[in-house]
T-cell receptor, first 111, second 113 residues
């Protein structure tokens, strides 16, 4: 069946270092979303990418959708302690109404 | 304030004792969904609903029931809970035309003994 994978599963960085998480789908996606979940919190929508090769920026966060629309990445420049949390990618499942999430990348930032 | 609410937030129960987790949203969203979150597995969709009286199975529907009698409410029912249903549950809602932007509730942590 359809799978969405993310690497790495965990990442520990020193504050100020950069961070990247990668999302890979077994099928082509019409769109992809990124969510952030703070420890003890709930997922919060960050952004959606729709076009092949699309790149979007939100301050220190850069999101990219692959040319084949099967992979995506989230890059954080100069991490801060406020970036701590788990980052999930998500996309449409086997039917439009379904949603499939990746397993997430947990980011720890050492001050 | 626009929000998704869930109750209870924490629940400890025993195997076989029926329980209901309520979910309500005040954003007039058509789409509502339930997820369970387990370590290393991310969020897995249990059931979803595109509108009143319309529900569909997600990827892990076994052992769960839902109903959508009103637009704002989408309760999750465990008729006979088992220990493997111990998990963190999230309800989410979205506009039908914007399923990609889901708003999540605060979560319900369930322990089945």
């Amino acid at each position: 069946g359809q799978q969405v994978m993310q690497i790495p599963q965990y990442q520990h960085v020193q504050e100020g270092e950069d961070f990247t998480t990668y999302c890979n789908s077994s099928t082509t996606l019409s769109n992809i979303q990124w969510y952030k979940q703070r420890p003890g919190g709930h997922p919060v929508f960050l952004i959606q990418l729709v076009k092949s090769g699309e790149v979007k920026k939100q301050k220190r966060l850069t999101f990219q959708f692959g040319e084949a629309k099967k992979n995506s990445s989230l890059h954080i420049t100069a991490t801060q302690t406020t970036d701590v949390g788990t980052y999930f990618c998500a996309g449409p499942g086997t039917s439009y109404d379904k949603v499939i999430f990746g397993p997430g990348t947990s980011l720890s930032v050492i001050p | 304030e626009a929000q998704v609410t869930q109750n209870p937030r924490y629940l400890i129960t025993v195997t076989g004792k029926k329980l209901t987790v309520t979910c309500s949203q005040n954003m007039n969203h058509e789409y509502m969904s339930w997820y369970r979150q387990d370590p290393g597995l991310g969020l897995r969709q249990i059931y979803y609903s595109m509108n009143v009286e319309v529900t569909d199975k997600g990827d892990v529907p076994e052992g769960y029931k839902v109903s959508r009698k009103e637009k704002r409410n989408f309760p999750l029912i465990l008729e006979s809970p088992s220990p493997n249903q111990t998990s963190l549950y999230f309800c989410a809602s979205a506009h039908a035309g914007g399923l990609e932007t889901q708003y999540f509730g605060p979560g319900t942590r369930l322990l089945v003994l």
